[in-house]
């Protein structure tokens, strides 16, 4: 992987792993984990603007050259290009294909190159690469994302039994398990409103459709964060949270009622 390659993916993975610092992650294929992914790109484009310009700014048309008579020829020109760098190919028919250094998988090192055919005037070319910088982004951070994501379940996993078992019985770490899988919960709550943006949202939908997307486990502490509250007080704070999160000021009405059954359901 080229020096200005591993430089992208540094940003990329200080990117999520500063935004998902006490976050949940999601699972892929979940409405969560895409708007997650969306949100990312969004940060990180806010934070520079400039950012896939920096990386995809390369050409070539090769049915303006000589040298170039074979699908091998042309993949190895793409290959030792710049990632999202395009180039123009015509095979023997007269159509056009346009090959896309898409760089290479972050999990098994091997190149990726994209292949599209369309009909593009010269000044096309711009939007093309547009599309495909967006497109290469979004695939690029859904690695980062699962890369970390396996990461941390696997430093979970390596923790010594013994070592694990004496730590669950201590009451305080208990307590901060829980106080974080709930201001994960509702960081995540949170940003999910914000993207709507619309104060018609139900809470109590967003908070489920979330659930829904958990592991067991991530379920079963975000239950137990949330068990000292009545199905009441738990939708009141939902409210509160969106009224915070859309800048409505209102008050918590905090219900005294405790029943082992409240919580979230699935």
């Given at each position: 992987m080229k020096k200005e390659e591993k430089q992208y993916f540094a940003v990329l993975e200080k990117l999520v792993r500063d935004?998902?610092?006490?976050?949940?992650?999601?699972?892929?294929?979940?409405?969560?984990?895409a708007l997650d992914i969306e949100l990312l790109m969004r940060h990180l484009q806010k934070q520079d603007p400039y950012?896939?310009?920096?990386?995809?700014?390369?050409?070539?048309?090769?049915?303006?050259?000589?040298?170039?008579?074979?699908?091998?020829?042309?993949?190895?020109l793409v290959?030792?290009?710049?990632?999202?760098?395009?180039?123009?190919?015509?095979?023997?028919?007269?159509?056009?294909?346009?090959?896309?250094?898409?760089?290479?998988?972050?999990i098994t090192g091997k190149k990726q190159i994209y292949i599209c055919t369309n009909l593009l005037s010269k000044k096309d070319i711009k939007s093309l690469q547009k599309s495909f910088m967006e497109h290469i982004l979004k695939k690029d951070l859904k690695q980062v994302y699962k890369k970390i994501q396996r990461e941390n379940l696997k430093k979970k996993?390596?923790?010594?039994?013994?070592?694990?078992?004496?730590?669950?019985?201590?009451?305080?770490?208990?307590?901060?398990?829980?106080e974080n899988a709930g201001t994960g919960f509702e960081k995540q709550f949170k940003?999910?409103?914000?993207?709507?943006?619309?104060?018609?949202?139900?809470?109590?939908?967003?908070?489920?459709?979330?659930?829904?997307?958990?592991?067991?486990?991530?379920?079963?502490?975000?239950?137990?964060?949330?068990?000292?509250?009545?199905?009441?007080?738990?939708?009141?704070?939902?409210?509160?949270?969106?009224?915070?999160?859309?800048?409505?000021?209102v008050s918590l009405n905090k219900s005294k009622t405790y029943t082992r059954e409240d919580g979230l359901s699935r």
């Open positions: 935004e998902k610092r006490n976050s949940i992650f999601f699972k892929e294929g979940s409405d969560s984990f950012f896939l310009d920096h990386m995809f700014d390369q050409y070539i048309d090769t049915t303006q050259l000589k040298g170039f008579n074979t699908v091998a020829e042309v993949k190895e290959a030792n290009m710049k990632k999202g760098s395009i180039v123009k190919w015509a095979d023997k028919d007269g159509r056009e294909l346009y090959y896309v250094n898409q760089g290479r998988n972050l996993e390596k923790k010594p039994h013994f070592l694990k078992e004496a730590v669950l019985n201590r009451k305080d770490y208990k307590e901060k398990e829980l940003k999910i409103i914000k993207e709507i943006g619309s104060s018609s949202v139900d809470p109590n939908t967003v908070a489920v459709s979330m659930f829904r997307t958990m592991s067991k486990g991530e379920q079963r502490d975000v239950s137990a964060a949330f068990a000292h509250l009545t199905v009441g007080g738990f939708k009141s704070m939902l409210n509160k949270w969106k009224d915070e999160t859309l800048g409505v000021s």
